[in-house]
């Protein structure tokens, strides 16, 4: 996820102090990973560098002073265009766990024992997640299912693989 443009789309509706947008992304979209203060602000001043953010004012208080922000017209535009934009579909045509049945089936180990393992941690992952979107919010819920199907989607691939097992031993040997 992009963390600079949620920022700035968080600006849209009006100006804000940088613990305000924290607050904001950490409730909409942190589920369990929250934001860094250190992280909205070295945004903020990426943005506000970038002409996509300007402020507009600061209130002095008894701490240290706050600074409003407000997106700005290229801001907004930014915005509109990465809503508008796909995210690029995330094939996984090379990954670790492919690379970790080859390698085992060449070295004479066991690519079910893999397979097996990579299964069991699944399920549990996918309890977990289930228990979650259980006792969640509609946000978790929608989380949880994106989740879920990702990893319903692993698992009909495990499935294939150890049905395949013997020919893509003979396959990779040769």
Known sequence: MSVSRTLLALLEPGPRH???????????????RQLAYGQVYSTLSRLLRNGLVEEAGVEHGAGPDRKRYTITDA???????????????EPYLQNTLYTKVVLALLSGRSA???LDTQRAAHLKEMRELTRRKKDGDLADQLIC????????????????????LDQLAKEVRS
């Open 112 to 114: 079910q024992d893999i």
């Open 145 to 164: 299912d994106h989740a879920l199907f990702h990893l319903e989607a692993d698992l009909r691939w495990l499935e294939l693989t150890a049905a395949r």
């Open 75 to 89: 801001g907004v535009t930014d915005v509109a265009q990465w809503l508008a934009t796909p995210e690029d579909p």
């Open 18 to 32: 940088g613990y305000d947008l924290k607050r904001a992304y950490d409730g909409h979209f942190a589920h369990g």
